[in-house]
């Protein structure tokens, strides 16, 4: 195999089995997970990885970072799943392959990696995929807009772009841009914050003061409109405020959601970075 292409250590395996036994993760999962990442390597370069509950050596080593997405949330119901950004040799492009052994279930994620690769090569890499392994399911995680997708990728595309993150070798400023990320996914969480509070400090005085208007004008107009009328017309305004209000403050916990979002991926970032600089160090280029 050439040098500088990652392959799988310790044969055709890629996981050290007394660390799965460690994470009470069956070593099959982590077996499985090293023979894609090995087909991979046929046709592409691995840049990094991002584990959940599992363990994988790659050699030569790429930067190994915990999965932040599912790694911060609470609760256990999500299976151990390994997360691949590639580089198709061919074309250049980048993508993010999410691997869940236990389901036996291929992933391609569009979100981290919008704007590094096009809707052609995506299908190109989703149909080797398909012919190399057949026995698994596929699935494309489409672009969200609750989840404001596109603007958590913008937001952080203006500052620095995941290639730049995978393969750039200018590392000072590469940490200036990552700086810049960190700062304005800090003021984006402190704004939203200002947003969420104030939704709740008014909705609450607002609502009542409204209601006890409402029923106490549009009470005085029983005899012209007729009770029932009436009725439902309290009903009706009291109600669109209450939808108004929750409008808001829906729009609240999404911008705080996005905002937490590109924080993540400021992090996720350096962690990757500080990896490279380490194996870099470790292993400086030109020496075997």
Not at 148 to 172: E, K, N, P
Not at 187 to 199: H, P
Request: charged fraction near 25%; glycine fraction near 8%.
């Amino acid at each position: 195999m050439a040098p500088g292409r990652p392959s799988i250590v310790d044969g055709e395996r890629v996981v050290d089995a007394l660390n799965a036994e460690t994470l009470s993760v069956p070593s099959e999962a982590c077996d499985v997970c090293g023979r894609v990442l090995l087909g991979l390597t046929t046709v592409s370069d691995v840049r990094a990885v991002k584990l959940y509950r599992l363990r994988v050596n790659v050699s030569p080593p790429v930067p190994n970072l915990p999965c932040l997405d599912h790694e911060a949330m609470l609760h256990e119901g999500i299976a151990p799943h390994a997360a691949v950004y590639v580089e198709d040799r061919e074309s250049g492009e980048l993508h993010e392959i999410v691997l869940i052994p236990s389901r036996r279930r291929v992933e391609i994620d569009i979100a981290s990696t919008l704007h590094e690769h096009t809707d052609a090569g995506r299908e190109r890499l989703l149909s080797w995929l398909r012919t190399r392994f057949p026995e698994f399911t596929y699935a494309i995680n489409d672009l969200s807009w609750l989840r404001g997708d596109r603007r958590v990728a913008r937001a952080c595309r203006a500052q620095i772009t995941l290639r730049d993150i995978l393969t750039a070798t200018d590392f000072d400023r590469i940490e200036v841009s990552l700086d810049r990320l960190r700062t304005i996914g800090a003021l984006m969480e402190k704004e939203s914050r200002v947003a969420s509070w104030s939704v709740r400090t008014v909705t609450g005085p607002l609502l009542a003061v409204m209601g006890f208007l409402v029923y106490q004008g549009l009470g005085e107009l029983a005899p012209e409109l007729g009770d029932g009328t009436v009725t439902l017309l309290q009903a009706g305004v009291v109600g669109a405020a209450g939808a108004i209000f929750l409008y808001f403050g829906l729009k609240a916990v999404h911008l705080t959601e996005m905002a937490n979002r590109v924080w993540k991926r400021a992090s996720e970032y350096g962690l990757i970075v500080s990896e490279r600089r380490r194996l870099r160090s470790t292993n400086p280029p030109g020496v075997d």
